[in-house]
């Protein structure tokens, strides 16, 4: 069901008790297309906390499922452990897909689109990632076209692998619908799939339910203070976001890497040396940014 700019900015600006009602009854919604086979997502933060909260009012015993990327933060996998969930465990590690895919730097959508950019024979696919079309929709900003020709690879992939490929065996194996708790604030990529399905994604080739698509950071702190919710100690030490300690995706805008160093010494240094056609994590960090070196470190 598509969904119009309008009536997403009337929902993004419910009251926090709309907001809750909408999600209870998106998942018994997603419940019933599934006769009750689902499970939700969970990675620890905020957002997933928060939607299996709201998902154990419709269904007390649904399953709470955690796929380990192996790079979350020692207070998430702490945190975790408070929750009966099961956990998958990839076939790959963040270290391999790095060295075999690529570095996840500036998007996952100008990742991508590097990456096509750099392997495509497609003269057209080539044209469109260098040019885009009106608006320059489908290209490559011109402020990352210099990473076209870099000496390391440039991937989204490491997502697929440590996360999505994990989740889709398991649903398949398993006969589970998912329940995440992804919002539209997130990303373009997260906006545009709302604005084409709504918080029921039913008619696509993996259905799924996205209950707080809607949902800003505000509402979710205060549904969480509201409600006395237990959640991840990771918040109260600075970070706004939790998933992959090393994830580059986004780094261009934040301090992540330099409170990592502080906060996580030792997983940081082995991150920054993972490599990919014989060239560092932080090296590639710097030929993305264009900054220079700072004592010896970017960071």
């Not at 194996?173 to 995440?180: C, D, H, R, S, Y």
């Not at 708790?181 to 918080?199: A, D, I, P």
Request: aromatic share 12%.
């Amino acid at each position: 069901m598509r969904i119009t700019r309008e009536t997403l900015n009337e929902r993004l600006n419910w009251t926090l008790d709309q907001k809750v009602d909408h999600s209870l009854f998106t998942i018994e919604n997603a419940l019933a297309y599934s006769n009750g086979n689902a499970y939700v997502s969970f990675s620890g933060g905020k957002d997933s906390t928060i939607l299996l909260y709201l998902a154990k009012i419709v269904k007390p015993d649904i399953k709470a499922v955690f796929f380990n990327t192996t790079n979350e933060f020692p207070e998430i996998y702490k945190f975790i452990k408070e929750f009966d969930c099961i956990k998958v465990q990839p076939e790959m590690n963040l270290k391999s897909v790095i060295e075999k895919c690529g570095f996840p730097l500036i998007s996952k959508e100008q990742a991508q689109y590097i990456r096509e950019a750099r392997t495509t024979k497609s003269e057209k696919l080539l044209e469109l990632r260098l040019n885009g079309r009106k608006g320059n929709q489908g290209k490559i900003s011109n402020k990352w076209q210099h990473l076209i020709n870099a000496p390391f690879d440039i991937s989204e992939k490491c997502c697929y692998h440590l996360k999505k490929r994990p989740a889709y065996k398991f649903e398949k194996e398993n006969k589970l619908f998912p329940i995440i708790g992804t919002s539209v604030n997130e990303s373009r990529l997260r906006l545009q799939k709302y604005l084409t399905t709504g918080c029921n994604a039913f008619e696509v080739n993996r259905p799924a339910s996205y209950p707080i698509s809607i949902w800003t950071d505000e509402d979710k702190w205060n549904f969480i203070r509201q409600n006395k919710i237990p959640y991840c100690e990771i918040y109260d030490k600075g970070e706004t976001q939790t998933g992959c300690m090393i994830c580059g995706f986004g780094c261009h805008k934040d301090d992540r890497f330099i409170r990592l160093k502080e906060t996580q010494t030792k997983a940081f240094e082995i991150g920054m040396n993972y490599k990919n056609n014989g060239v560092t994590y932080d090296v590639a960090i710097q030929t993305a940014l264009k900054k220079p070196m700072c004592g010896g470190a970017i960071f």
